[in-house]
């Protein structure tokens, strides 16, 4: 197990993705906040991260309203947060995190690509914006770090911060549909939990969107990798969408 130490954040695991607010413990992105700068290159050794997320921003920007705002829920090292912002250079791309040093991370990275990103450090279930205010939520593994009752309180607080019409796109693990796969994932349940990714082994990411409001809920794509499956998800809040002038391509 990674060295721990206190810190008035939840508990925050190999990406810095939230565990639980009952705890006060935190554990930085890969253990040791030392190994927070090898976190891209460790990810991108073991799975095909750039490429799911690429998939994961075509489908989010996909007729995207002009002057749009897009929120980046458990940005990590902004590595989504900048892909974004690269696609869409007219939208107002935020990133929302708990662990202040991959915050900085992201940020150097945003500086070095000559781009400016808000990116707040903070609670996935209490975020520091305005109810209403996003055109786009859009996640890439970091739900599968949350326990249930997190997950809730979490996509209960993304489908208030979506304008009505407004979409929550997520990339993260997937149900397990064969026994081979199920036993892929078992090392990513050892390292992040195995009740925290329980939901996502069982297929219940999507009846957990349901429960928060969000309306045509559906997986749209999968792939199987070293360790278990990644799932695209998309989901709509209820109502209509304002009338917009334009769209980004």
């Not at 997520?170 to 064969?178: F, K, P, Q, T, Y």
């Amino acid at each position: 197990m990674p060295n721990v130490r206190r810190a008035r954040v939840p508990r925050l695991h190999l990406r810095g993705g939230l565990v639980s607010a009952k705890t006060e413990t935190y554990v930085p992105a890969l253990g040791l906040p030392a190994l927070t700068r090898f976190y891209d290159l460790v990810v991108r050794l073991t799975l095909p991260e750039f490429e799911q997320k690429k998939r994961l921003a075509d489908q989010a920007l996909r007729e995207l309203p002009a002057g749009a705002r897009v929120l980046d829920l458990g940005s990590g090292t902004g590595t989504l947060t900048l892909l974004l912002k690269q696609r869409a250079p007219g939208a107002d791309v935020a990133g929302l995190d708990g662990d202040p040093e991959v915050i900085a991370v992201a940020r150097a990275k945003a500086q070095r690509a000559g781009f400016e990103l808000d990116l707040r450090q903070g609670l996935s279930w209490e975020p520091p914006f305005e109810e209403g205010s996003f055109d786009r939520v859009v996640s890439s593994l970091f739900f599968h770090h949350l326990r249930t009752e997190d997950k809730r309180r979490t996509l209960a607080k993304a489908h208030d911060l979506l304008r009505p019409g407004g979409e929550l796109h997520v990339l993260d693990w997937g149900e397990a549909r064969s026994a081979l796969t199920r036993l892929a994932f078992l090392p990513v349940q050892v390292l992040d939990g195995f009740g925290p990714t329980r939901d996502n082994v069982r297929g219940r990411l999507l009846p957990l969107f349901e429960e928060a409001g969000f309306a045509s809920v559906e997986e749209t794509g999968r792939r199987n990798t070293l360790f278990g499956t990644l799932s695209l998800y998309r989901a709509v809040r209820p109502g209509s969408a304002s009338p917009c002038t334009g769209r980004f391509e």
